[in-house]
């Protein structure tokens, strides 16, 4: 069972997601008690955007050991995902019930405050895990995408030009950053960052609105 379960991250790997998501039934069907194969095909899932179907796997796990903090944390996510902010503020409470030092359920819930429209409470969530996490450019991305949404673009600003410069390679980072410029008047350099996020791999559907807008 463990042998399919191998195979399918070596699939996984290579980019055969069908091929590794086969692999990963099949070790289910062989070794239906070892949560490891739930969780392996629940992630695959989570990866392919198919997150009723991860859910599913991750509640498995989570009916047979309710305080596995990976599993309610990755289970949130897929329900915040799937619009499911109420499933996903349960889990991540779950977590806090039995570990209330979670960096986990902080960062989750910062999530969930930022897909509410609850700004302030995000913020001071990233505040917290900022502090705890100074060398984190991808939490300092996230609180500039708050800062964003409340339309504090100098704060967004110094938060995404930090994240940038602790890692020049994340296509989101630039893709933020066009938005907050483009917010600012900058529309020179919105367009070098746009096109920037498109050459580190962003794909143009993504930033189709934004396109248009710079037409």
């Known amino acids: 069972g463990l042998l399919f379960v191998n195979l399918g991250t070596i699939q996984r790997r290579l980019g055969k997601l069908q091929d590794a998501e086969i692999s990963y039934t099949c070790a289910i069907s062989l070794l239906d008690e070892n949560t490891v194969a739930y969780s392996t095909r629940a992630s695959l899932y989570a990866e392919i955007e198919q997150y009723q179907k991860a859910i599913d796997d991750y509640s498995v796990v989570i009916s047979r050991n309710p305080e596995d903090e990976d599993a309610l944390y990755e289970r949130a996510l897929c329900r915040l995902m799937n619009n499911d902010t109420i499933g996903a503020r349960l889990d991540l409470e779950t977590i806090d019930k039995f570990n209330p030092k979670s960096a986990k359920s902080r960062l989750g819930m910062a999530m969930v405050y930022k897909a509410m429209g609850e700004n302030a ?21 996230d609180r500039a995408e708050v800062y964003f949404f409340s339309k504090r673009l100098g704060a967004a600003m110094l938060d995404i030009d930090k994240s940038i410069q602790m890692n020049g390679r994340d296509p989101l980072s630039y893709f933020l950053r066009a938005k907050i410029r483009w917010a600012k008047g900058d529309r020179e350099y919105a367009r070098r960052d746009l096109n920037r996020a498109i050459e580190l791999g962003l794909p143009q559907s993504a930033a189709a609105d934004l396109i248009e807008k710079m037409k």
């Open 121 to 141: 409470m995000a913020v001071e969530l990233y505040d917290a895990l900022i502090k705890a996490n100074p060398k984190s450019w991808s939490l300092l991305r």
